[in-house]
Structures are given as structure tokens and as C-alpha cells.
């Protein structure tokens, strides 16, 4: 069984609607348990960071995510969520990458929406996809690189398109809305072994 992380970010629907299309039955929940003996898990998100680590501190998912041991995908906000520290709302995080998460200069356009290029690839969610491909973005802020980044975007700066540590990953841009490189990436997550 594949857990969709329910909270107040937006884009469950989204995520579960692609796995959909993959013929893979999800949940959509906040439960402790039912997420602890899913197979895998997915932390999708939009939205803002303080309030949704509120949400997630309210129903103890901050303690929980950071222990589970079966591959856990964070998407957007998830990413950022599971970093250590985020400009956004002056947030504390998971701290599972000890990563800054910073906004993009103001001076340029902000947020970065869009198809941009991904590359650099160093994970296996990445198997079968093609070097500097494109991925659809929606943020204002961004990770930094570090020893843990999978795959790297310009956008005013290098940044982290993906990160992985053990059995986390983590993705900037949305897999759900990038077409058949979004589809082979959660094809290939869901392949994945503990």
C-alpha cells in the first residue's frame, strides 16, 4: 500500500491522481499507524512552511517521518520540509537533510514557475530518464546544493532539483505534472526496496 501524507498542503489530489494512471492503489491519511506499515510514502505539498509544520506538529507527523524506514518521497514542500531550516516563516524543519532552504532573490522573478531542465542525475528514481529533461516547478524558495543533492536546476542560481539520504528522496519539482520523465520517476520510486 502507497500513503499519500494528508495535511492542509494542496496537491494530494494531484499526486494521487498520477498514481492513478499507474494502476497503484494509495491512501490518503494522516494516520501514524497506516502510514508506519505503508509500503511506501509520499509527501506531496503546496502551500506555506510554518503553518504546515504546525499541522504536522498538531497530529505528531514531524516525530514520525523522520524514523520511517521505508522509501519516503517528498515533493515541493515536503522537499523542503524534511531540510533543516527554511527562510519561509522562519521555519525549523525535519532536519533529514541538514540543508538551508532560502528564497530566490527578489529582485528577479519570483516564484520560479514552469518547465525547467533537470540534470546531473545521482539516484535511482532517476533510472531510464533522459540527462537535462524537464520537470515543472512551482516555488519561491529553494535548496541549496549539498553533499546530498540527486539533481541540480538553474534558475537564477544552481539549486537542488532532488536530494536523497538513505531511504528518503525528495523532489523540487512536481513528478505528477511532468509528464512521462514525472511518470518514470514514480515508476521507478515505486520499484524501489527498503
Known sequence: MIAIIKYNGGNVNSVQNAL???????????DADIIKNA???????????????????????????????????GICLGMQLMCSDNEEGNTTGMGIFDIKVKKFPVENIVPHMGWNSVSDFKSPVFSG????????????????????????????????????????YAMQFHPEKSGEMGSQLLHNFLKLTS
Open 129 to 168: 530518464i533522459e540527462e537535462a529533461c524537464d520537470a515543472y516547478f512551482v516555488h519561491s524558495f529553494y535548496c541549496e546544493l549539498s553533499e546530498h543533492t540527486t539533481s541540480v536546476c538553474d534558475y537564477i542560481l544552481p539549486f537542488s532539483a532532488s536530494l536523497q539520504k538513505d531511504n528518503f
Open 20 to 30: 492513478d494512471r499507474l494502476n497503484v492503489t494509495t491512501i490518503i491519511t494522516d
Open 39 to 73: 509500503d511506501k510514502i509520499i509527501f506531496p505539498g503546496v502551500g506555506e512552511a510554518s503553518s504546515t509544520m504546525k499541522i504536522l506538529k498538531e497530529k505528531g507527523l514531524d516525530i514520525l517521518i523522520p524514523t520511517l524506514q521505508q522509501p519516503v518521497l
